[in-house]
Every structure is written in C-alpha cells, then in structure tokens.
C-alpha cells in the first residue's frame, strides 16, 4: 500500500528503534551480572560497556570469570555525583561522534543501577535546596535523571536499565493495591518506566543440582516477562513467561533474531 503523504509508513512487529528494557529486582539477586550475557552479542567480539552507579557491579562480573568493560561514575571528574554523570555522557556522546563505540565494538549498554542514581542525585539535590519535606526535592531530581535517560537514549544503542524493587503494598484504608515496582522517587520512576519497551522482573530462585543454569552457589535465576506475585512486568513486546535470565535471548526475541 503506497501513501500520497510523504514519510507515511504502515506500522510493524519489529522495533523501529533499539530495543531498551527495564529490569528490577531484589537486592542480591544477581542483577548486575546479567550484563556477562551480552557478550559477544549480536556477534562475536561485541561486548557491553556497564554504567556502573553501583562500583561493584561490574566487578561481580569479574568475579565469575566474566569481566565487563565499564565506566564507573564515581571515577569521572567533578565535585559532585551529577557532576561526574554529566562528564561521563560527555564522554561517550564524543566517542560516538568519534566512531569510538564501534571501534570498541559496544554493542549495548547496561545502566546498573537507577535507583542508586536516584539515590545519589536525590542526596546531592538535598543538600543543595534544602527543604522541610523531601517530596520539596521532587523535581530538581527529576530534571537531571530525566536528562541522563534521554542522553542515554540518544546514544541510539540498545539499553538495559537495573534497578530494585519497591514491593507491592496494600492501602490499609481502601483496601487497593499498588503492584511492586522499580524504587526510584518522584516522576523520574514514571519517565524510566514509560521509556522502557519492557519492564522486566529478575527471581532468584534455589536451583537443581542437575539443572546447568545453576549456579556455584545453588541458584538459578529466571526473568518474568508479565505481571508476577503482585509485581509489575510486561510491555510493548511479547516475550515468554518466564525467560531465561539472558538479555541476549530477550533482544534477539524483540529485534524477531533467532
């Protein structure tokens, strides 16, 4: 079918931009070290580059034998936490003019995590415009963490966005139910949300002996894909319910890859 109205197009299954997923979970439940499954992803020798709020999290991948490039936002210069986040997306908008990400083969990118973003930005904002009531503080966090999204976004790589859960709760007076969530104040948790194609939910789970996907320890880990023990998932694309704990498998499933 052809349009007389120029640029016109008929809508598809597959992403027309690269895929971003949001991924929340409990604390220690192996978040960060799902980025070792984006090595070699799309292809052999493509790797992801970890934007580490958390400083350990990449070197959990290392402790598994899988280290991960990464830039740590703590080690970038400036006197202050947005600071130094601001210098980083500097930093990687100029290696992308400068064809570096692809020299480098950086393929994806992990943002570990956003709530320690929120977090950290929300401390420093703090203490910047000091108020009687925190919620006051709102806005000047959702100004820069909605900034760093959109420059994370504008990178024009595939995203994985970590962050922790925020349980589900009951409202004791109307009896309704908030489903669990990702934990990050303020709109800043609507605009992450809303920007990712899916919001994912990570389990850890005690495993079988006999299983391969277990690990050293005793566990295995799968990823819920829809709404799972009162917590938010699903989204734009159809996933299986449950995945592997595999980001490749999941962009290759939203990019319609075998």
């Not at 978040?31 to 959990?60: H, N, R, Y």
């Not at 986040?85 to 994806?108: H, P, T």
């Not at 050293?216 to 449950?242: F, K, M, W």
């Amino acid at each position: 079918m052809g349009f007389s109205i120029p640029g016109v197009v008929m809508s598809g299954l597959k992403p027309t931009e690269p895929p971003n997923v949001l991924i929340i979970a409990v604390e220690k439940a192996g978040k960060s070290t799902t980025a070792t499954t984006l090595i070699d992803w799309p292809e052999p020798g493509c790797q992801p580059l970890v934007i580490a709020w958390d400083a350990t999290g990449p070197d959990s991948c290392a402790a598994l034998g899988k280290p991960v490039a990464n830039l740590k936002v703590r080690d970038e210069a400036g006197n202050t936490y947005w600071e130094k986040a601001s210098n980083l997306l500097l930093k990687l908008e100029n290696a992308k003019k400068q064809g570096l990400l692809a020299k480098d083969r950086i393929s994806s990118l992990v943002v570990d995590d956003v709530s320690t973003m929120a977090e950290r930005i929300f401390e420093e904002v703090r203490k910047l415009y000091p108020s009687k009531d925190p919620r006051q503080n709102y806005g000047q966090l959702y100004e820069r963490g909605r900034e760093f999204v959109y420059r994370i976004l504008d990178l024009g790589l595939p995203v994985v966005w970590l962050g922790w859960l925020e349980p589900y709760f009951v409202n004791q007076e109307t009896r309704k139910m908030t489903l669990g969530t990702l934990r990050v104040p303020g709109k800043l948790k609507t605009t992450i949300a809303g920007k990712a194609h899916v919001i994912l939910y990570l389990e850890k789970l005690k495993g079988n002996r006999d299983d391969p996907n277990t690990d050293a320890s005793g566990y295995t880990r799968v990823i819920h894909t829809q709404p799972y023990d009162n917590i938010d998932c699903g989204g734009r694309y159809t996933l299986p319910e449950p995945c592997p704990a595999n980001l490749a498998f999941i962009f290759n499933t939203i990019l319609g890859r075998k």
